[in-house]
Structure formats: C-alpha cells, structure tokens
C-alpha cells in the first residue's frame, strides 16, 4: 500500500472500463505523465527524498491578511471578497420569522381585499 499498488490497480481497472471516468479522476496524473507503472517509482524517490532529509519545513507564510467589512462582507489584502454569515441571536431570528410572517399576512389580507373590491 505504501507504493500505491491499489491505486494502480485502480488506474488500470478503470481505464479498461471507463475511459472517460479515468480521463477524469487521473487528470492530474495524465498532465504529470504518470500512469500505473510509474506510481511505484514516484513513491519510492518520495520516499527517498524524505530518508535524506526528514525534517519537515515550513511553507513561507503569504502575508495575506482580512479585513471584516459591512454585513459580513469580508476583503483580504490580496484583493480577494468574500460574504460570510454572521449569527445572530435566537431574539433576532425570532423577531425576523415574526416579521415575515406579518408581511406574509399583510400580502393575504391585501389581496383578499382586492377580491371583495372586485366583487363589488
């Protein structure tokens, strides 16, 4: 298992059966000109390379840092957005339900009194 034999049994069993779906699960490996046969040699030079240095080493932090705007808006240094929920209390989710549902009545009642308009 260590060297991937399972995975290769799995690339070669699905691109017997299903070329499309072994296009599609192994697209990566493809673009790295790796197939069945060369899993095993991929893992052992992985392998290898972590035999001659086995200390683990830090990725270079980014730098990037976020900034929490209007109604969970949130901008990051890198230029990027994204809309975050922000919660809100069980009071505040009660009194939002109870406003719909008076709008939703007040909607009813409009048009309940279009009708009788009508009939008149």
Do not use: C, W
Not at 2 to 20: N, R, S
Not at 51 to 76: M, N, Y
Not at 98 to 108: G, P, T
Request: glycine share 6%.
């Amino acid at each position: 298992k260590i060297f991937g034999g399972q995975v290769k049994d799995y690339m070669e069993m699905l691109a017997e059966e299903d070329p499309t779906k072994y296009e599609a699960h192994f697209s990566k490996y493809i673009a790295g000109d790796l197939d069945g046969e060369k899993l095993e040699e991929m893992y052992s030079d992985a392998h290898e390379k972590i035999r001659e240095d086995p200390e683990h080493q830090l990725a270079e932090k980014k730098g990037v840092t976020h900034a929490r705007g209007e109604a969970g808006q949130i901008t990051s240094s890198d230029g990027t957005e994204h809309a975050r929920n922000k919660k809100i209390t069980l009071e505040q989710r009660r009194a939002k339900v109870a406003a719909k549902i008076a709008a939703a009545q007040a909607k009813l009642l409009a048009a309940e009194d279009e009708d009788e308009n009508e009939d008149e």
